[in-house]
Nanobody, 120 residues
Framework: QVQLVESGGGLVQAGGSLRLSCAASGIIFKINAMSWYRQAPGKQRELVATITSGGSTNYVDSVKGRFTMSRGNAKNTVYLEMNSLKPEDTAVFYC??????????????WGQGTQVTVSS
């Protein structure tokens, strides 16, 4: 069983910053990659950023230059530093980890989500 716990969401004014955190726990053999998704009201879920086991990162175009995804010293922890936030960034943000566990193999695990609200 693998659990993901997110934290760091909240309410911020446009132009402000927030940092999201996500920690994976459980019987983990290997984490292949971790990602942040978001879902705004009335919209489809969107992949925002990914970090691979090698440390490479990718971002959706709308957040490039504003968001930075990084990994903590504990490799099962990731962060999403969000700067210059815009009202259109308002969404529930989800942490996703592609985890290898013994007997199951690789599969995606999702966190419960954390609300980010940006006021204009």
């Amino acid at each position: 069983q693998v659990q993901l716990v997110e934290s760091g969401g909240g309410l911020v004014q446009a132009g402000g910053s927030l940092r999201l955190s996500c920690a994976a726990s459980g019987i983990i053999f290997k984490i292949n990659a971790m990602s942040w998704y978001r879902q705004a009201p009335g919209k489809q879920r969107e992949l925002v950023a990914t970090i691979t086991s090698g440390g490479s990162t990718n971002y959706v175009d709308s957040v490039k230059g504003r968001f930075t995804m990084s990994r903590g010293n504990a490799k099962n922890t990731v962060y999403l530093e969000m700067n210059s936030l815009k009202p259109e960034d308002t969404a529930v943000f989800y942490c996703v980890a592609n985890v290898v566990t013994i007997g199951v193999g690789a599969r995606d695990y999702w966190g419960q989500g954390t609300q980010v609200t940006v006021s204009s």
